[in-house]
């Protein structure tokens, strides 16, 4: 009897235990649930990021209010359609720890909800393979260029084509525009042969830098003198980039008012006289010139003068083609007097033979209260090389070329940080697996997890060992 009551005795401890075990887990689930739905932190293996959104798209989602829905609408089979999911479902979890601010998301899948799919494109002008972002009436349309990045892979000696998505910046620059809209205005001038922003052509086009432009809040145009006759009052910042043809004297009038007016202006050219321009920059007490002595048809630089423009890019490489060069007076380093100038160096290189380093860029500010009485607040840069903006240069990631073309642009318009920050230049989110994230999936699937199941093991089988 007294073997048939230890039997039932160990039996009724064995359930007990059991028990215990299977409500402690149930509670470790729950709690687990529960800090997951309260804390913004989660691990991520198939993406080459730590997780989560980065700091500049959190810096910018908080403190904004609203109602933001972001539809994706993919074929089954793009590579692209599983990134921009989950990337939906961050700014999804990131909104709900911002009070005011709600995110809702839609996954359209076009093979399989075709009506849904149909009613989207015949309401907005959306193409497959694109995510839209709505506010109200007001929308955003991100295609598949803006959402991936094309770049060169070298693989046992031949070059293949990767896709990298990028699509966190162009999702967070136009959520930006729908909350907080800037309404900055640049203007191309076109008629002379320069650089057109909505050329796609590899060498002769600049349609890369306007739809960056255009993801960061930018409206982009071209701008003919010889229709319109003057340039528009809502211009932020005049873009002159590498004329082929002559500027008329009329045109020149106009520029130089504008600019005494206190315009922003970015000059790019490609010799001293692109455009007929020098007696504009006489006026500003600048010359650009071309060195004779000069072999070399590509200038690699990291020499920067003290500049807000130059600040990010530190060690940061330049490149430039066969640039010509500017001639300066003395910096000045007090305040404007007198209506003078004052013109600070940006990009200098090496010179053979010289002591002293040759100029390629400078900005120039004209904002103190002269004999004139007036306040211009004007703002300059002239860069000795055009093509640095070019479809090629901008696609081929020359870090160095996006952050100076966009820290000119941001410095120009008073924005500082918010066009393109150097951080969101180089920030990529990759489909792929991070290779260094291989080492902590194999520890936890090889390790973690089977130690945990063994030791919930031993505290249920470790009681009948005892009793046995």
Known sequence: MNRASDIKCVRRKSKLFSAVSVSLALIFVCLANFCTSRIYFRWHYDVASPGGLSPLSTDILAGAT????????????????????????????????IPGLTINVRNIDINIDIPEASALMRKYPVEPNSIVVLKGDDFRILSEDALSRYGEVRTSGTENKSTEFCGETACTMAIRQLLRPEGVSVYFLS?????DPQNTDRIAGASTLARILQSHGCSVKRLSLHESRKIPDNCDVLVVAGPRTIISEKEIREISNYLYSGGSAIF????????????LFDAWNI?????????KTSVATTIY???PVTQALSNTMTLFFDPCFIRTPQVLTVPEIADKPKITPLVLCEKKDSILPSVISVAIELG?????????NTRIIVCGDSE????????????????????SLEWLTGFQGRLMPPSAVKSVLNTGISPDSWGRLVLKLSVFLPLVVFVCGVFVIAPLIRKI
């Open 66 to 97: 609203g109602e933001i829905t972001m539809i994706s609408i993919f074929e089954r089979v793009h590579p692209l359609r599983k990134p921009a999911r989950r990337l939906l479902r961050e700014y999804e979890l990131a909104a709900k720890n």
């Open 191 to 195: 008629g002379h042969g320069e650089y």
């Open 268 to 279: 790019m050219l490609d010799s001293g006289n692109s455009g007929n321009m020098g007696s």
């Open 287 to 295: 010359n650009l010139y071309e060195d004779a002595d000069a072999k």
């Open 305 to 307: 003068g003290d500049h």
């Open 368 to 376: 103190g209260t002269g004999l004139s009485g007036k306040f211009h």
């Open 388 to 407: 640095f903006i070019s479809n090629a240069m901008l696609g081929e990631g020359v870090n160095g070329n996006r952050i100076f073309i966009f820290s």
